[in-house]
């Protein structure tokens, strides 16, 4: 487990907690931020962090980011067209 505010670009995240208040729980459920929602990294270069949750794309403080703990999740790679998923080589 990790905090949000690790996560490198580009990784795909389950949330696994929210370390926070009442007020920043509910305000990052509105968001599609709870415990079980996936979220993808766009950016994370020292500053704020942006996301994509629910299909939206959302800035957070680095302080609100490390409030959140998440887990990695393995992405299926799409099948390439003519080919299973068995013999789709990266």
């Avoid at 994370?44 to 680095?62: D, Y």
């Amino acid at each position: 487990m990790a905090a949000l505010s690790e996560v490198g670009p580009g990784e795909s995240v389950e949330v696994v907690e929210v370390a926070a208040g009442r007020g920043l729980k509910a305000r990052l459920e509105q968001l599609g931020i709870f415990p079980g929602s996936l979220v993808e990294v766009l950016v994370n270069n020292g500053g704020h962090v942006l996301i994509r949750a629910r299909g939206a794309v959302i800035s957070l403080s680095r302080g609100i980011a490390s409030k959140i703990f998440v887990r990695r999740v393995q992405q299926e790679r799409p099948a390439v067209e003519g080919l299973s998923s068995a013999e789709h080589r990266p």
